[in-house]
């Protein structure tokens, strides 16, 4: 199948057209080779399909895109800020309204609790930054 570079989808239709005896859906053939059912010795046989939607994880997989590792806590911040005891400390925030769409950015000034917040188009931090939505 891999060879002749024939997708599960032709290789079903083919077998119907050619009358044959055994009859199998496409989804039945993506099944099997997810799920190991197909001995193919190329190994990762399922990422050379051709696929179309969503591609598949596995249960336990976790995704590591677009995560940030905060290198410092909250504990290490300056003793002033903690204390609130100068001007001029911020926090920042975001809040995230429905799935992919527009979110709050909040930004607190720590010792007056001072509140700036701005509807923004997305999370991606060239919006964060400027605060609009050209990112330009």
């Known amino acids: 199948m891999l060879d002749g570079k024939w997708s599960p989808e032709q290789l079903s239709k083919r077998l119907e057209f050619e009358k044959s005896d055994l009859s199998i859906g496409f989804n039945t053939i993506y099944r099997a080779i997810h799920q190991g059912w197909l001995d193919i010795s ?39 800020a903690q204390n609130r005891s100068r001007f001029g400390h911020w926090e920042a925030d975001t809040v995230l309204g429905v799935a992919g769409g527009a979110c709050l950015l909040t930004l607190t000034e720590r010792k007056s609790r001072f509140e700036l917040v701005k509807k923004i188009a997305g999370k991606k931090s060239i919006v964060g930054e400027r605060g609009d939505d050209n990112p330009a």
């Open 42 to 80: 190329e190994g990762k046989a399922s990422r050379k399909l051709r696929h179309k939607g969503r591609t598949r994880r596995r249960k336990n997989h976790l995704e590591k895109r677009g995560k940030i590792t905060i290198s410092h806590t909250l504990e290490e911040r300056p003793i002033s």
